[in-house]
Nanobody, 127 residues
Framework: QVQLVESGGGLVQAGDSLRLSCAASGRSFSSYAMAWFRQAPGKEREFVAR?????????YYTDSVKGRFTISRDNAKNTVYLQMNSLKPEDTAVYYC???????????????????WGQGTQVTVSS
């Protein structure tokens, strides 16, 4: 079992930065691939970024955040981060942290691949 708790959300202006954190409890955090998703009002939850469990720490991003967002992890602290720069109003959403040990069956962008979810943290970007 893994429990995930997000923090770091807030209200910012367009162009500002935020860093989200996701603290994980439970064993073997380093063996989980971690991801961030977001859900805007009236929209489906969508993939934002992912970092692999392996030492290579491969990262993947949705096109709309490439070059602006950076996902990273600190296995010693059981924490994954999402650094968000140059925020835009369209980034406004509840951001969720997710974890999985699965590597197949669903695309890494699919919510169905992930076994554990946090409660979410609100990010609001004003224009």
């Amino acid at each position: 079992q893994v429990q995930l708790v997000e923090s770091g959300g807030g209200l910012v202006q367009a162009g500002d930065s935020l860093r989200l954190s996701c603290a994980a409890s439970g064993r073997s955090f380093s063996s989980y691939a971690m991801a961030w998703f977001r859900q805007a009002p009236g929209k489906e939850r969508e993939f934002v970024a992912r970092i692999s469990w392996s030492s290579s720490r491969n990262t993947y991003y949705t096109d709309s955040v490439k070059g602006r967002f950076t996902i990273s992890r600190d296995n010693a602290k059981n924490t994954v981060y999402l650094q968000m720069n140059s925020l835009k109003p369209e980034d406004t959403a509840v951001y969720y942290c997710a974890a999985t040990r699965s590597s197949g069956g669903y695309p890494y962008t699919s919510i169905q691949l992930y076994d554990y979810w946090g409660q979410g943290t609100q990010v609001t970007v004003s224009s």
